[in-house]
T-cell receptor, first 116, second 115 residues
Framework: EAGVTQFPSHSVIEKGQTVTLRCDPI?????LYWYRRVMGKEIKFLLH????????ESGMPNNRFLAERTGGTYSTLKVQPAELEDSGVYFC??????????????FGPGTRLTVT | QKEVEQDPGPLSVPEGAIVSLNCTYS??????FMWYRQYSRKGPELLMY????GNKEDGRFTAQVDKSSKYISLFIRDSQPSDSATYLC???????????????FGQGTILTVHP
């Protein structure tokens, strides 16, 4: 079974540009989460999808971040326009619905975003 | 104040040593407690999971949760060089509904086990 995949693995952009990160969850996992780790800080929650609906977006830092989940499958996280403080590693995680399997959130390898 | 505090280390031990990692937290709503292991350039991988208070053992790993003190621990016995990684504690509240809820992480402790 394929794990959570993320693309690209690394992105370097200039301040003011736009970047789109993609996450493909494990097949059948209806829960999809985005997290971010800024250098020297802990991994922080950004938002949570259940299927195609946003369940909790309390961690989104501002309206420069837009997350979508098309048809309840893959998800994209767009940053527009990017700022220097957006640099960090963006992780995606997925899990099955409660009661349909493990509680575990399975993490992807992350996308390392560098804004210069 | 952070919801979860974890000493980032780094921690360096000789092979075969017992390693003790711990986290404290402030949110009494946390009910699910996890330890993740993260190797360089990889995503976090679940090691241990505990619901509410108590101990759980899995091979060389033991997780302890003391909700009264808001303190969790991970012990690694007979540590191996392959255990060298960053260890992250994570917690979630009972969100109800269809999900277990978002994870709140500690900063992670960098562990090196040298031969």
């Amino acid at each position: 079974e394929a794990g959570v995949t993320q693309f690209p693995s690394h992105s370097v952009i200039e301040k003011g540009q736009t970047v789109t990160l993609r996450c493909d969850p494990i097949s059948g996992h209806d829960n999809l989460y985005w997290y971010r780790r800024v250098m020297g800080k802990e991994i922080k929650f950004l938002l949570h999808f259940v299927k195609e609906s946003k369940q909790d977006e309390s961690g989104m830092p501002n309206n420069r971040f837009l997350a979508e989940r098309t048809g309840g499958t893959y998800s994209t996280l767009k940053v527009q326009p990017a700022e220097l403080e957006d640099s960090g590693v963006y992780f995606c995680a997925s899990s099955p619905l409660r009661g349909q399997g493990t509680y575990e959130q399975y993490f992807g390898p992350g996308t390392r975003l560098t804004v210069t | 104040q952070k919801e979860v505090e974890q000493d980032p280390g780094p921690l360096s031990v000789p092979e075969g040593a017992i390693v003790s990692l711990n986290c404290t937290y402030s949110n009494s709503a946390f009910q699910y407690f996890m330890w993740y292991r993260q190797y360089s350039r990889k995503g976090p991988e679940l090691l241990m999971y505990t619901y509410s208070s108590g101990n759980k053992e899995d091979g060389r790993f033991t997780a302890q949760v003391d909700k009264s003190s808001k303190y969790i621990s991970l012990f690694i016995r007979d540590s191996q060089p392959s255990d060298s990684a960053t260890y992250l504690c994570a917690m979630s509240a009972n969100a109800g509904g269809t999900s277990y809820g978002k994870l709140t992480f500690g900063q992670g402790t960098i562990l090196t086990v040298h031969p």
